[in-house]
């Protein structure tokens, strides 16, 4: 394959990942990634696939992520760049892949961030669809919401890629708000 596409990419998944709550971040992911992509004139689809793909290993293997990953990919034909920034959103972690394209950078980033936007949109009556940055960044800094995600390694990833945690933050919850349904985040109201 040429180029890694969303369909291919859930096709993939599919054949690994079965639980729903681990296909709903690769959904939230691929969302925050396709608004990365558009943030830096990327191909957002081709993001949006990277995004969907990156844990294909770890509802089968968590304590070994991403060691059943790189040959599995490649022997479906999955192109080398992706995979190399399918590895590199588990840097210092599972990996020792070190992120060097925007891509991977924002790979990186958001894997963690989208967790901590999907919490603060499920505690809002109308989800991430009104949700302004200045209520996330409220969440950010109360280190105990959300407290499994790594805030420190997304601080690290928004150094990489020379921006702002609020910065990152705005777009991603644009890019997560375009996806509200499919994503489970329009809140209690409707």
Same mark, same amino acid.
């Given at each position: 394959m040429e180029k890694l596409t969303i369909d291919e990419a859930k096709r993939i998944n599919g054949t690994m990942v079965e639980e729903d709550h681990l296909l709903l971040h690769a959904a939230n992911v691929a969302a925050a990634m @396709?608004?990365?992509a558009e943030y830096f004139g990327e191909d957002r689809e081709h993001w949006e696939a990277v995004g969907y793909l990156h844990d294909y290993d770890y509802e089968k293997y968590p304590e070994e992520h991403l060691q059943h990953t790189e040959e599995p990919l490649r022997q479906l034909g999955v192109p080398e760049? #992706?995979? =190399? $920034?399918?590895?590199?959103? @588990?840097?210092t972690i599972c990996s020792d892949v070190e992120p060097r394209t925007n891509m991977e950078k924002s790979?990186? &980033?958001? #894997?963690?961030? &989208? @967790?901590i936007v999907q919490a603060a949109a499920r505690? =809002?009556?109308? @989800?991430? &669809? #009104?949700?302004e940055l200045k209520s !996330?960044? +409220?969440k950010w800094k109360d280190k =105990? !919401?959300? $407290? +499994?995600?790594? =805030?420190?390694l997304i601080l690290q990833g928004c150094q990489m890629l020379n921006m702002e945690v609020r910065d990152v933050a705005d777009i991603v919850i644009k890019g997560m708000k375009e996806h509200a349904v499919e994503l489970q985040l329009t809140g209690t109201e409707g």
């Open positions: @396709g608004a990365m760049e #992706d995979i =190399r $920034a399918i590895m590199s959103h @588990g840097y790979l990186f &980033t958001v #894997d963690e961030l &989208t @967790g505690m =809002r009556p109308n @989800g991430i &669809t #009104d949700m !996330f960044m +409220k =105990r !919401f959300a $407290a +499994k995600c790594n =805030r420190p």
